[in-house]
C-alpha cells in the first residue's frame, strides 16, 4: 500500500488523467485503488466534475482489471469529507 500524488491542481480545478491515475497501480501490481482529493473551498460536495472523472477512471479500472474502491472528496474540518461511492 502507498499513497501516490498524482496531480497538484489549481484553485478550482486539477487535469486529470487515467494514465498518472493509474501509473504506479499498474507498476506496483495493485488490484484496487482509493482515490481521494480535497476541495480548497472546504466544502467536500462532489461537483459533476467529480463524478464524472470518477465514472472515467472507473470504466478505465475495469478495462485494465484494477477496481476503484471509491472516490473521497475531503474538505476542511467543519466539513469532513463525502464518499462518492455512498453519495450515488
Known sequence: MSIE??????????????????K??????ASAVLLMHNHPSG??????EDRAVTDRLEQVGKIIGI???D???VGDDEGGSVSLRKAI
Do not use: K, M, Q, Y
Not at 500524488?5 to 493509474?22: K, M, N, Q, Y
Not at 504506479?24 to 501490481?29: D, E
Not at 466544502?43 to 459533476?48: G, L, M, W
Open 43 to 48: 466544502d467536500p460536495t462532489p461537483s459533476r
Open 67 to 69: 477496481n476503484v474502491l
Open 71 to 73: 472516490h473521497i472528496v
Open 5 to 22: 500524488v498524482c496531480t497538484v491542481g489549481t484553485l478550482d480545478a486539477s487535469l486529470v488523467h487515467p494514465r498518472e491515475v493509474f
Open 24 to 29: 504506479a497501480a499498474i507498476l506496483a501490481g
